[in-house]
Protein backbone atom coordinates (compact mmCIF):
# COMPACT_ATOMS: atom_id res chain seq x y z
CA UNK A 1 0.00 0.00 0.00
CA UNK A 2 1.06 3.39 -0.95
CA UNK A 3 -0.59 6.96 -0.14
CA UNK A 4 0.29 10.00 -1.67
CA UNK A 5 -0.05 13.42 -0.91
CA UNK A 6 0.25 16.48 -3.20
CA UNK A 7 1.17 20.10 -2.54
CA UNK A 8 2.21 22.78 -3.84
CA UNK A 9 -0.93 23.91 -6.29
CA UNK A 10 -2.25 27.62 -6.29
CA UNK A 11 -2.99 30.78 -8.01
CA UNK A 12 -0.51 32.01 -10.51
CA UNK A 13 -0.38 34.19 -13.17
CA UNK A 14 0.15 33.25 -17.11
CA UNK A 15 3.81 32.67 -17.64
CA UNK A 16 4.42 31.70 -13.96
CA UNK A 17 5.95 28.75 -12.37
CA UNK A 18 4.66 26.16 -9.70
CA UNK A 19 6.62 23.41 -8.58
CA UNK A 20 4.43 20.35 -7.13
CA UNK A 21 5.54 18.02 -4.89
CA UNK A 22 3.58 14.28 -4.00
CA UNK A 23 5.06 12.64 -0.85
CA UNK A 24 4.97 9.24 -0.34
CA UNK A 25 4.27 6.88 2.63
CA UNK A 26 5.45 4.01 2.52
CA UNK A 27 9.79 2.40 1.95
CA UNK A 28 8.78 0.85 -1.74
CA UNK A 29 8.59 3.88 -3.75
CA UNK A 30 11.49 3.48 -5.39
CA UNK A 31 9.70 0.65 -6.98
CA UNK A 32 7.15 2.67 -8.58
CA UNK A 33 7.60 4.54 -11.73
CA UNK A 34 5.41 7.34 -10.93
CA UNK A 35 3.29 9.73 -13.16
CA UNK A 36 1.43 13.16 -13.07
CA UNK A 37 -2.11 13.31 -14.59
CA UNK A 38 -4.47 16.56 -14.63
CA UNK A 39 -8.21 15.97 -15.23
CA UNK A 40 -10.87 19.60 -15.52
CA UNK A 41 -14.41 19.50 -14.75
CA UNK A 42 -16.32 17.67 -17.57
CA UNK A 43 -13.00 16.38 -19.33
CA UNK A 44 -11.13 13.30 -18.88
CA UNK A 45 -8.07 12.96 -17.22
CA UNK A 46 -5.25 13.68 -18.73
CA UNK A 47 -1.71 12.46 -18.58
CA UNK A 48 1.39 14.89 -18.16
CA UNK A 49 4.10 13.43 -17.47
CA UNK A 50 5.73 9.96 -16.06
CA UNK A 51 9.39 8.93 -14.71
CA UNK A 52 11.14 5.56 -14.16
CA UNK A 53 11.91 3.91 -11.45
CA UNK A 54 15.27 5.56 -11.06
CA UNK A 55 14.57 8.78 -12.31
CA UNK A 56 17.02 8.84 -15.12
CA UNK A 57 13.93 8.03 -18.15
CA UNK A 58 11.05 10.77 -18.34
CA UNK A 59 8.27 10.76 -20.37
CA UNK A 60 5.80 13.86 -21.48
CA UNK A 61 3.09 14.73 -23.05
CA UNK A 62 3.50 16.98 -26.25
CA UNK A 63 1.70 20.06 -25.08
CA UNK A 64 4.13 19.91 -21.50
CA UNK A 65 7.40 19.25 -23.15
CA UNK A 66 10.10 22.18 -22.94
CA UNK A 67 7.56 23.80 -19.78
CA UNK A 68 6.93 20.98 -17.39
CA UNK A 69 9.68 18.68 -15.41
CA UNK A 70 9.18 15.52 -13.62
CA UNK A 71 11.95 14.58 -11.42
CA UNK A 72 11.84 12.51 -8.03
CA UNK A 73 14.25 12.06 -5.12
CA UNK A 74 13.72 8.51 -3.66
CA UNK A 75 15.49 9.19 -0.46
CA UNK A 76 12.49 11.42 0.58
CA UNK A 77 9.84 9.24 -1.66
CA UNK A 78 8.96 12.19 -3.72
CA UNK A 79 8.22 13.55 -6.79
CA UNK A 80 8.14 16.59 -7.71
CA UNK A 81 6.48 18.57 -11.10
CA UNK A 82 7.93 22.02 -12.27
CA UNK A 83 5.46 23.76 -13.97
CA UNK A 84 6.99 26.91 -16.13
CA UNK A 85 5.36 28.99 -18.75
CA UNK A 86 2.19 28.08 -17.32
CA UNK A 87 -0.70 28.55 -19.60
CA UNK A 88 -4.41 29.52 -18.54
CA UNK A 89 -5.46 25.92 -20.02
CA UNK A 90 -3.20 24.46 -17.78
CA UNK A 91 -5.79 25.30 -14.99
CA UNK A 92 -6.62 21.37 -13.57
CA UNK A 93 -6.46 19.14 -10.85
CA UNK A 94 -3.21 17.43 -10.80
CA UNK A 95 -2.36 14.06 -9.69
CA UNK A 96 0.41 11.78 -9.03
CA UNK A 97 0.18 8.57 -9.15
CA UNK A 98 2.55 5.10 -8.63
CA UNK A 99 2.07 3.20 -11.72
CA UNK A 100 1.66 -0.68 -11.18
CA UNK A 101 0.83 -1.93 -14.91
CA UNK A 102 3.28 -2.12 -17.66
CA UNK A 103 0.67 -1.34 -20.75
CA UNK A 104 1.17 2.01 -21.55
CA UNK A 105 2.35 4.79 -18.96
CA UNK A 106 0.00 7.13 -20.36
CA UNK A 107 -3.01 5.31 -19.26
CA UNK A 108 -4.42 6.13 -15.82
CA UNK A 109 -5.59 2.26 -15.85
CA UNK A 110 -1.75 1.66 -15.59
CA UNK A 111 -1.65 3.22 -12.45
CA UNK A 112 -2.82 1.70 -8.93
CA UNK A 113 -2.53 4.54 -6.40
CA UNK A 114 -3.45 8.03 -6.71
CA UNK A 115 -2.87 11.19 -4.28
CA UNK A 116 -5.67 13.11 -3.62
CA UNK A 117 -5.30 16.08 -5.73
CA UNK A 118 -3.97 19.61 -5.90
CA UNK A 119 -5.66 22.50 -7.45
CA UNK A 120 -3.26 24.40 -10.16
CA UNK A 121 -5.27 27.82 -11.77
CA UNK A 122 -3.57 30.34 -14.13
CA UNK A 123 -5.32 33.17 -14.35
CA UNK A 124 -4.86 35.31 -17.77
Known amino acids: QVQLVESGGGLVQAGGSLRLSCVAS????????MGWFRQTPGKEREFVAA????????YYADTMKGRFTISRDNAKTTVFLQMNSLKPEDTAVYYCAARLGRKDYRLGSDYGYWGQGTQVTVSS
Open 51 to 58: IGKSGSTT
Open 26 to 33: GRTFSTYP
